[in-house]
């Protein structure tokens, strides 16, 4: 389970009901990340806009990993609208940056395979 701290700033009240809903969504980017006990979230939540434009909710992840941190921001009608669209993004960061870490490794370690594949000739 990764820890998450909430905030709400703006007329946002965070309610139970809340909380358990953002959680149940991260549980998608706990299978996406695997067991690594170094994660961290941060989840705020905000309300944007005014009387004229009309209330909009914002909801900003961020997502403490050993290899650095993510960001993702999402803007909707509704508070759950952008807590889902902003769990996707972090979701398809996660998933984007783990591929690029594999694929890195893997080229290095084709790149040692050629030097010795070069040395036993």
């Known amino acids: 389970m990764?820890?998450?701290?909430?905030k709400a700033t703006g007329s946002v009240i965070l309610t139970d009901e809340l909380r358990d809903y953002a959680i149940e969504k991260l549980r998608k980017v706990e299978r996406v990340?695997?067991?690594?006990?170094?994660?961290?979230?941060?989840?705020?939540?905000?309300t944007t806009g005014g009387a004229?434009?009309?209330?909009?909710?914002?909801?900003?992840?961020?997502?403490?990993?050993?290899g650095g941190d993510l960001r993702a921001e999402a803007?909707?009608?509704?508070?759950?609208?952008?807590?889902?669209e902003a769990i996707e993004n972090v979701r398809r960061e996660v998933r984007r940056t783990r591929t690029k870490?594999?694929?890195?490794?893997?080229?290095?370690?084709?790149?040692?395979k050629d030097i010795f594949r070069y040395f036993s000739r």
């Open 52 to 66: 004229r434009s009309g209330i909009d909710y914002r909801a900003e992840i961020m997502l403490s990993l050993s």
């Open 101 to 112: 870490r594999r694929d890195l490794l893997r080229r290095g370690a084709a790149r040692v």
């Open 75 to 84: 803007s909707a009608e509704t508070l759950h609208g952008a807590l889902d």
């Open 2 to 6: 990764i820890p998450v701290t909430f």
């Open 33 to 46: 990340l695997g067991d690594d006990p170094s994660v961290r979230a941060d989840i705020e939540l905000a």
